[in-house]
């Protein structure tokens, strides 16, 4: 007759039971440290989260272009990522890692950063984690509402050299006649303080995140 473990014996086996990298916490900690550090690559990610959860794909970059890339947990929205890199050939050194929500409706993502920041955030809340006001683009094109600076705050300090954190905002779906004549004064190609009134009466959300790795010089 088969024995059932005792309770100290029983709690020893599952402390020291290993946990498969895909249900680990930090590997949905998006940083630029651990997985996705500067020198990562698709072998690399495919030993750390699973060669079945990695596939080589053709990634969307905005205004009708794409690059060679990959993408990690392609079937699960709420866990895909997706890398494009400085070595497109070979795979290696990421340029950018992506979380990608739909501009459409408040999206969600299983990633966050280390302060925070994740897909549905509002910009009222985002001045609050960052402590002040930030910069970003004006609305209504394929790069609108991209942050373009954390004017020194909490989420400049979030990444060492050479990452930075960025995201991009949208006001939603139909405005309203009133959203319409606020959306009207921060459109186009124009760099906005989210201090703005017009930005701050539209609280528009986070609908994308990426880690932006720049060139060590």
């Not at 050194?93 to 990633?111: D, E, I, Y």
């Not at 809340?125 to 790069?143: A, K, S, T, V």
């Not at 004549?181 to 930005?199: N, T």
Request: glycine share 10%; hydrophobic share 35%; charged share 25%.
């Amino acid at each position: 007759m088969q024995r059932l473990l005792s309770g100290p014996l029983l709690f020893c086996c599952l402390v020291m039971a290993p946990i498969p990298a895909a249900t680990q916490p930090l590997t949905r900690l998006l940083s630029c440290e651990g997985p996705l550090r500067p020198d990562a690559s698709a072998v690399g990610l495919a030993k750390y989260f699973g060669a079945r959860n990695i596939r080589n794909a053709d990634i969307y970059i905005g205004e009708g272009n794409s690059e060679p890339g990959t993408i990690v947990f392609d079937t699960s929205p709420l866990d895909r990522i997706e890398v494009l890199w400085i070595d497109p050939e070979a795979r290696t050194r990421p340029r950018a890692v992506t979380v990608r929500g739909s501009t459409l409706s408040p999206p969600a993502s299983h990633w966050h950063t280390r302060r925070g920041l994740a897909l549905g955030i509002r910009l009222r809340e985002l001045e609050r984690i960052n402590r002040r006001p930030f910069r970003l683009l004006g609305f209504g094109w394929d790069y609108g509402g991209t942050t373009m600076s954390w004017a020194g705050g909490t989420f400049d300090a979030e990444q060492p050299a050479p990452c930075r954190t960025r995201a991009r905002l949208e006001t939603g779906g139909l405005l309203t006649e009133e959203r319409q004549r606020w959306d009207r004064q921060v459109a186009g190609d124009i760099e906005f303080s989210s201090g703005h009134l017009a930005m701050q009466a539209l609280d528009p959300y986070v609908y994308e995140i990426w880690l932006d790795y720049q060139p060590v010089r």
